[in-house]
C-alpha cells in the first residue's frame, strides 16, 4: 500500500477506534454489559491496528495483532504492560461475552474497563502522531 493510503488507512482506523468506545459507553449507560465489552475490546482493536500500520505491520488477525502489540511495545516497554494486560483481557472477554453461553458480563466487572480502555486510545494516539509526524 502506498504512503498516502496507509496514513488514511491508519485515520480511518483510529476514528473507529473512537467510534466504538463512544458506543461503549452508550452501552454502559444502558447496562448492556456483554455487548459494551465487545465494543471496548472493538475499540482497543482498532487503535492497536492504527498503531501497528504506523509501523508498515498490515493484514493481520485478532490474535496476530495482539502478539505483534506485545512483542513490538508491551515487551520492549514503549507501552506500559497495564495496557497490554488490559488488551489481552478484553481479547479474552469479548470471545466469551460473544460465543460463551449463559454468560453475562455485570457492572462491576466491565465499568471499571471503560476509563483504561480510553487511557489506552490516548497514549496510541500520542504515539501515532509522533510516528506520522517523523
Keep these: 500500500m502506498n504512503e498516502q493510503t496507509r496514513m488514511d488507512y491508519i485515520k480511518y482506523r483510529f476514528e473507529?477506534?473512537?467510534?466504538?468506545?463512544?458506543?461503549?459507553?452508550l452501552l454502559a449507560q444502558n447496562k448492556r454489559w456483554n455487548s459494551c465489552v465487545n465494543r471496548l475490546y472493538y475499540a482497543a482493536f482498532y487503535s492497536v491496528i492504527a498503531l501497528l500500520l504506523t509501523d508498515n505491520y498490515d493484514g493481520l488477525t485478532h490474535d496476530g495483532t495482539r502478539s505483534q502489540f506485545n512483542l513490538k511495545y508491551i515487551k520492549d516497554g514503549k507501552i506500559d504492560k497495564e495496557f497490554g494486560k488490559l488488551y489481552s483481557k478484553l481479547f479474552d472477554w469479548r470471545q466469551k461475552g460473544d460465543y460463551g453461553d449463559l454468560f453475562d458480563f455485570t457492572e462491576e466487572q466491565v465499568s471499571p474497563l471503560i476509563n483504561p480502555t480510553e487511557k489506552l486510545l490516548i497514549e496510541i494516539q500520542k504515539r501515532i502522531i509522533i510516528s506520522t509526524e517523523e
Design 16 to 25: 473507529k477506534a473512537y467510534e466504538s468506545l463512544n458506543d461503549a459507553k
